[in-house]
């Protein structure tokens, strides 16, 4: 396990330059391979149409080479890791075919081979029958847990989720219609909040409780997936405070520009009223302090693919951010400008987490961008940068449908099964004739079972060869 440090480089001036910037357009595919130091987005592209311009001559050795070069810069994207498994076998390298499988293997993915004429070579072997085995033992469900409830059928894209500890209360908020809901059973649900009633409010991208000061923080935005979207009238976003017990709007907060380029997504809450917020359209996370009437960027880094989940340690100093294509990483939140990618075992595949939450020095993650989908439980270190454990809590269960979020209350979580996102269009429409039921369930993260790959177990793998 190697902790490597994230340079951050970033003085207040370059970090508000970066919140305030314009997306960026289309990555142009450069025509000579980037150097290793170049912006992941340039590699990512060269590299891409290297792949497609192999495949298209069928020329085995560039798309292997091109391929070997992406999951160098996407560690944790398992497609590159099958179609890594494929060019090796296609190119009579069985060793490394079988080391790639093993590799997936080990890290908890489930795949299925037997759809692919070009592993016959590899089927002649016994550690292909016994990764093939263990791989659809992977895929198996998984877990306990319990139906919480599910969302009212006429409540579109719900994607916002918190947790009152005090009434018991679930709130849930919608994309698609900007209603926030609210139950204590998961079953019975009324609007706590809508577009209607509050100014401002647009699609929900999440929801935070503060019970100490009475308040429920949304993160709000008009997406073009949002019912009433205006592109030439569409307000900036924004989070807004509401009134626990009423919801009555009590503040709204706007990103240091005001402008439209930006569109908050998860946040997280600190112990003194500090939210940070991750923007889903600029690699930056926001901070909103209890005193300030703006957020102003904390933290931003153009290498930065797709930003998620946000977590905070138990004493609020460090923060944990997911990307969705490179895990998880960890951040000061003293100023200090101190930034690290979060050491974790090779065995452990970071890639396609949504939901992050903190819970007693571990991390609990809900990841949808790898077969099984899962939630795994990582315990920390004593200084909280590095995983030394992992237990999975639910993988490959039948109501698994891209889970994406949930609330965490001590030691349970309530989480979203599926999500509407795979069933919409760009203007979340749905897709066919009516959109999925969305669930609830809650599984206690403290009865998992740490998951231990042997020495012995990986060697008597290897022999088998």
């Known amino acids: 396990m190697r902790r490597s440090f994230l340079s951050l480089c970033l003085t207040p001036l370059m970090l508000l330059s970066l919140a305030l910037s314009v997306p960026l357009p289309a990555q142009q595919a450069p025509e000579t391979a980037p150097p290793e130091n170049a912006p992941a987005g340039a590699r990512l592209a060269y590299w891409f149409n290297q792949a497609a311009q192999a495949f298209e001559s069928d ?15 996407r560690p944790y994207n398992q497609d590159f890791m099958t179609h890594l498994v494929l060019g090796y076998a296609r190119q009579g390298d069985l060793s490394n ?21 070009e592993l016959e070579p590899l089927r002649e072997h016994r550690l ?9 033992e992977a895929g198996q469900p998984f877990g306990r847990f319990e139906e919480y409830g599910q969302v009212p059928a006429d409540f579109a894209m719900p994607e916002g989720m918190a947790r009152d500890p005090e009434s018991n209360r679930v709130f849930i908020g919608s994309v698609r219609d900007g209603r926030i809901l609210s139950s204590d059973d998961g079953e019975d649900w009324t609007v706590f909040a809508s577009p209607d009633t509050v100014e401002g409010l647009a699609s929900v991208f999440d929801l935070a409780v503060d019970s100490e000061r009475g308040h429920l923080w949304v993160a709000t935005g008009p997406a073009p997936q949002f019912r009433d979207f205006d592109p030439d009238d569409a307000a900036p976003t924004a989070l ?33 009223g500090t939210v940070y917020a991750a923007d889903t359209r600029q690699p930056v996370v926001f901070r909103l302090t209890p005193e300030g009437d703006v957020l102003q960027p904390f933290f931003g880094n153009q290498n930065f693919s797709s930003l998620r989940g946000l977590a905070l340690s138990g004493d609020d100093g460090l923060l944990y951010m997911a990307d969705y294509e490179q895990g998880i990483f960890v951040l000061a939140t003293d100023g200090s400008n101190q930034g690290w990618k979060l050491a974790v075992p090779e065995t452990l595949n970071e890639g396609g987490i949504d939901g992050l939450y903190w819970w007693e020095d571990h991390l609990i993650a809900i990841q949808n961008g790898i077969s099984p989908q899962r939630v795994l439980r990582l315990q920390l270190g004593p200084d909280g940068l590095g995983v030394v454990a992992v237990a999975p809590v639910l993988a490959a269960l039948e109501t698994f449908e891209t889970p994406t979020f949930g609330a965490m209350d001590d030691s349970h979580l309530v989480m979203f099964s599926g999500s509407h996102w795979p069933h919409v269009d760009g203007r979340g429409n749905p897709v066919g004739d009516e959109l999925p039921v969305v669930r609830l369930i809650e599984t206690d993260v403290d009865a998992a079972e740490v998951m231990v790959v042997g020495e012995e177990a990986l060697e008597q793998l290897q022999r088998g060869r």
């Open 97 to 117: 075919a079988f080391n790639m499988m093993l590799h997936m293997q080990q890290q908890g993915l489930a795949e299925d081979w037997s759809r692919f004429e």
């Open 59 to 73: 020329s085995v050795d560039d798309w292997v080479e091109a391929t070997e070069q992406l999951h160098e810069i």
């Open 240 to 272: 807004i405070k509401l009134d626990l017990a009423s919801g009555e709007r009590l503040g709204s907060y706007l990103t240091a520009s005001g402008s439209d380029q930006h569109l908050l997504g998860s946040m997280v809450l600190a112990s003194d």
């Open 128 to 136: 292909y029958e016994h990764l093939v085995g263990l791989m659809e």
